[in-house]
């Protein structure tokens, strides 16, 4: 079965600074999908930035990127030049391309506090 | 406006009072989920429905019910609600079909409370 691993419960960054959260992820398929979400104080689930794993060029959105690893199975989220309104919960998922492609498999989250 | 509605948002209730949660989506989506989230243990699946009248066991199903009846309705069910099942809710849903990697649009969420 797979499995996503955030091993950040909590990080804290200062305003306009870049900060950096982890995700390691377990599968055996080949061809499968990753995403990060966020979370904010609304509980509203957000879409952030998603990569293809058949895509060895890292996704890019604006000041968000990620660091992907396939042989590693790491895909780590960067946010550039941080705001106040990136305080969130971070969540990482993985979905499968498999039998039940549509199923998110989520990892713990990680709360990222902003520091003006 | 391309969204996932779920009602209520907010709901107490006690336990063994039957309720149900309604989610409904208006992009045409064949698959449809719902999670739970809890403190410290993200998202975890209760349910999903790759279609009309095709719904499978999440990781989390014990006390829960499903049915997909309409494609664009998937309500979630608690027969009989304990207090572990105090829980934020979400729907999501999503096309299906190869290509581009298909993100879960999700519903705002509801707050429900068993005493």
């Known amino acids: 079965a797979q499995t996503v691993t955030q091993s950040q419960p909590e990080m804290s960054v200062q305003e306009a600074e870049t900060v950096t959260l982890s995700c390691t992820y377990d599968?055996?398929?080949?061809?499968?999908?990753l995403f990060w979400y966020k979370q904010p104080p609304s509980r509203q689930m957000i879409l952030v930035i998603r990569?293809?794993?058949?895509?060895?060029q890292n996704a890019t959105e604006n000041r968000f990127s990620v660091n992907f690893q396939k042989a590693a199975k790491s895909f780590s989220l960067k946010i550039s030049d941080s705001q106040l309104g990136d305080a969130a919960m971070y969540f990482c998922?993985?979905?499968?391309?498999?039998?039940?492609?549509?199923?998110?498999?989520f990892g713990k989250g990680t709360k990222l506090s902003v520091k003006p | 406006e391309a969204q996932v509605t779920q009602n209520p948002r907010y709901l107490i209730t006690v336990t063994g009072k039957k309720l149900t949660v309604t989610c409904s989506q208006n992009m045409n989506h064949e698959y449809m989920s719902w999670y739970r989230q809890d403190p410290g243990l993200g998202l975890r699946q209760i349910y999903y429905s790759m279609n009309v009248e095709v719904t499978d066991k999440g990781d989390v199903p014990e006390g829960y019910k499903v049915s997909r009846k309409e494609k664009r309705n998937f309500p979630l069910i608690l027969e009989s609600p304990s207090p572990n099942q105090t829980s934020l809710y979400f729907c999501a849903s999503s096309p299906l079909g190869q290509g581009d990697a298909k993100e879960q649009y999700f519903g705002p969420g509801t707050r429900l409370t068993v005493t």
């Open positions: 599968t055996s398929e080949s061809d499968y999908y």
């Open positions: 990569q293809e794993a058949y895509k060895q």
């Open positions: 998922a993985y979905r499968g391309n498999g039998g039940s492609q549509g199923n998110l498999i």
